[in-house]
């Protein structure tokens, strides 16, 4: 049965920074392609990083490269978001998805590419 359980969230100062986790069973997370999403109140969801499992391989979205960073452990199952810098625009529900689609090396940053989600992780940036 594939779970996705995060955890980390919660309310941070705009500059402040967060590290999101996200447990994974077993047979979501070897050689999958597994990311974060987001979505704020009245918008879609959207990507924001995501990473091929068998090799770490990272793709960012634009709005969080250089201030986001996504991690994992293997051997302990889990999945990780660090953000910096942090900005009122960046609150919303984070998420984390597994078994996603591959496109050139990537793993895609479309919500709808992935087959299995977490029930989300509130994160509020005050400014």
């Known amino acids: 049965q594939v779970q996705l359980v995060e955890s980390g969230g919660g309310s941070v100062q705009a500059g402040g920074s967060l590290t999101l986790s996200c447990a994974a069973s077993v047979n979501t997370y070897d050689s999958n392609c597994m990311g974060w999403f987001r979505q704020a109140p009245g918008k879609e969801r959207e990507g924001v990083a995501t990473?091929?499992?068998?090799?770490?391989?990272?793709y960012y979205a634009d709005s969080v490269k250089g201030r986001g960073t996504i991690s994992q452990d293997n051997a302990k199952k889990m999945l990780y978001l660090h953000m910096n810098s942090m900005e009122p625009e960046d609150t919303a529900m984070y998420y984390c998805?597994?078994?996603?689609?591959?496109?050139?090396?990537?793993?895609?940053?479309?919500?709808?590419?992935?087959?299995?989600w977490g029930q989300g992780t509130q994160v509020t940036v005050s400014s």
């Open positions: 990473i091929y499992t068998g090799n770490g391989r990272t």
């Open positions: 998805a597994a078994v996603g689609a591959r496109w050139g090396g990537d793993c895609s940053l479309s919500p709808g590419a992935y087959n299995y």
